[in-house]
């Protein structure tokens, strides 16, 4: 296996990161209003629309680019590098849930306008109390003759301010269901929570017998499948945020000066930020595996994608921390965008559970894997 990055990966790469560098602009939410007044991203999302990026993995038979998710990869690094904030997040991830759980009717009815650019979506996976798996009381669907509906809430809805249709996951009977909704139906009511990272908006749902379709082909493994490229975002997000925080860290080691040197010739720091170097390094490496995996059917996709977001976020974590430390007091001050990506450290670490909670993910599959082989 050659895992090196082919021309057309790295021209992708490149690409991108000229596009987001000139259209990304994170000054506004350098002030301490960003808070309780949103942004204006329009702009940015349009500019992303005219890239074609919502669908690069549609399949071409659905009016997408039918890329790979190493190609994805190569994209959504450099959009997490820059904190582009947009609602790229949510539709891809609805765009999956309908790709997977959708009939080729709704398929066909749907993935092409996402492709196009012209419908955004959100995936509504959490109940209030954080839980993923759909059952814990959130959100229940009934059937009522014909007509699907849903009562309850959701949390935690990443983007929903900003989609057409919202993918909501409720229970039925016990069994996980897959359910689209338009997110100005009646019944429907967002929140905006104060959510740790200002550049991405994330809702808390409430729903009062909703109209709901049922997207007729999820089965019990449809959550897991949809969470696995879900990691895959998040890791690729944060291996490559963690390596513009060391980045912009080592530049300014190297030109604040403490008794009369650089304060990055003291070794110290120098050591400190080299073993941060290596761990994005293997972050990154992870990131490209996972994606391979998944792209590929492998095995172990799935195991790759629990290690990748699991290290990843440990990595970007400890990246944004100590970055602040070296910047010392203005580290964590409004001008300074430190702040930013250690928000977005600790939000993506946490937003399909933690670390601790992959890594047990890891070692229940491991276990599975054992049992079966013995």
Same mark, same amino acid.
């Given at each position: 296996?050659?895992?090196?990055?082919?021309?057309?990966?790295?021209?992708?790469?490149?690409?991108?990161?000229?596009?987001?560098?000139?259209?990304?602009?994170?000054?506004?939410?350098?002030?301490?209003?960003?808070?309780?007044?949103?942004?204006?991203?329009?702009? &940015?999302? !349009?500019?992303?629309?005219?890239?074609?990026?919502?669908?690069?993995?549609?399949? @071409?038979?659905?009016?997408?680019?039918?890329?790979?998710? /190493?190609?994805?990869?190569?994209?959504?690094?450099?959009?997490?590098?820059? &904190?582009?904030?947009?609602?790229?997040?949510?539709? &891809?991830?609805?765009?999956?849930?309908?790709?997977?759980?959708?009939?080729?009717?709704?398929? !066909?009815? &749907?993935?092409?306008?996402?492709?196009?650019?012209?419908?955004?979506?959100?995936?509504?996976?959490?109940?209030?109390?954080?839980?993923? $798996?759909?059952?814990?009381?959130?959100?229940?669907?009934?059937?009522?003759?014909? !007509?699907?509906?849903?009562?309850?809430?959701?949390?935690? /809805?990443?983007?929903?301010?900003?989609?057409?249709?919202?993918?909501?996951?409720?229970?039925?009977?016990?069994?996980?269901?897959?359910?689209?909704?338009?997110?100005?139906?009646?019944?429907?009511?967002?929140? *905006?929570?104060?959510? +740790?990272?200002?550049?991405?908006? /994330? $809702?808390?749902? %409430?729903?009062?017998?909703?109209?709901?379709? +049922?997207?007729?082909?999820?089965?019990?493994?449809?959550?897991?499948?949809?969470?696995? *490229?879900?990691?895959?975002?998040?890791?690729?997000? %944060?291996?490559?945020?963690?390596?513009?925080?060391?980045?912009?860290?080592?530049?300014?080691?190297?030109?604040?000066?403490?008794?009369?040197?650089?304060?990055?010739?003291?070794?110290?720091?120098?050591?400190?930020?080299?073993?941060?170097?290596?761990?994005?390094?293997?972050?990154?490496?992870?990131?490209?595996?996972?994606?391979?995996?998944?792209?590929?059917? !492998?095995? @172990?996709?799935?195991?790759?994608?629990?290690?990748?977001?699991?290290?990843?976020?440990?990595?970007?974590?400890?990246?944004?921390?100590?970055?602040?430390?070296?910047?010392?007091?203005?580290?964590?001050?409004?001008?300074?965008?430190?702040?930013?990506?250690?928000?977005?450290?600790?939000? $993506?670490?946490?937003?399909?559970?933690?670390? *601790?909670?992959?890594?047990?993910?890891?070692?229940?599959?491991?276990?599975?894997?054992?049992?079966?082989?013995?």
């Amino acid at each position: 296996m050659n895992f090196t990055l082919s021309e057309d990966h790295l021209s992708l790469r490149d690409s991108a990161r000229t596009f987001l560098s000139k259209e990304v602009k994170l000054e506004p939410y350098l002030r301490p209003e960003t808070n309780v007044t949103p942004v204006e991203r329009d702009g &940015l999302w !349009q500019a992303i629309q005219g890239m074609g990026w919502p669908g690069m993995v549609i399949p @071409e038979n659905y009016g997408g680019l039918g890329m790979t998710y /190493v190609d994805l990869v190569m994209v959504v690094a450099e959009m997490g590098r820059t &904190l582009a904030p947009s609602p790229f997040f949510g539709t &891809l991830a609805g765009a999956w849930a309908i790709e997977r759980c959708g009939s080729e009717e709704q398929k !066909q009815a &749907l993935l092409p306008q996402v492709a196009a650019g012209e419908l955004t979506l959100a995936l509504a996976v959490a109940d209030p109390n954080g839980d993923t $798996n759909g059952l814990s009381g959130g959100a229940k669907a009934t059937l009522s003759g014909d !007509q699907w509906t849903i009562d309850g809430q959701k949390s935690f /809805v990443v983007e929903a301010g900003s989609a057409d249709k919202i993918v909501v996951i409720a229970d039925v009977d016990g069994q996980q269901g897959f359910f689209l909704i338009d997110a100005d139906a009646v019944g429907v009511q967002m929140e *905006r929570l104060d959510w +740790r990272d200002v550049t991405r908006e /994330v $809702n808390a749902i %409430s729903l009062n017998n909703v109209a709901a379709e +049922r997207l007729s082909q999820a089965d019990a493994d449809s959550w897991p499948w949809l969470r696995d *490229r879900l990691y895959l975002v998040l890791a690729a997000e %944060s291996a490559a945020g963690a390596e513009q925080s060391l980045a912009d860290t080592v530049a300014y080691a190297k030109e604040r000066v403490a008794f009369g040197r650089p304060i990055g010739s003291y070794q110290s720091l120098k050591h400190g930020l080299a073993e941060l170097a290596g761990g994005i390094e293997l972050a990154t490496a992870g990131v490209q595996f996972a994606a391979w995996a998944l792209n590929e059917g !492998q095995p @172990e996709g799935r195991k790759a994608a629990a290690i990748a977001q699991s290290y990843a976020s440990d990595q970007y974590c400890a990246t944004t921390f100590r970055s602040i430390q070296v910047f010392g007091a203005i580290g964590f001050t409004w001008e300074m965008r430190n702040h930013l990506y250690y928000k977005r450290a600790r939000a $993506n670490a946490e937003l399909l559970g933690s670390p *601790r909670e992959q890594r047990e993910q890891l070692i229940c599959l491991l276990e599975t894997e054992h049992r079966k082989a013995a």
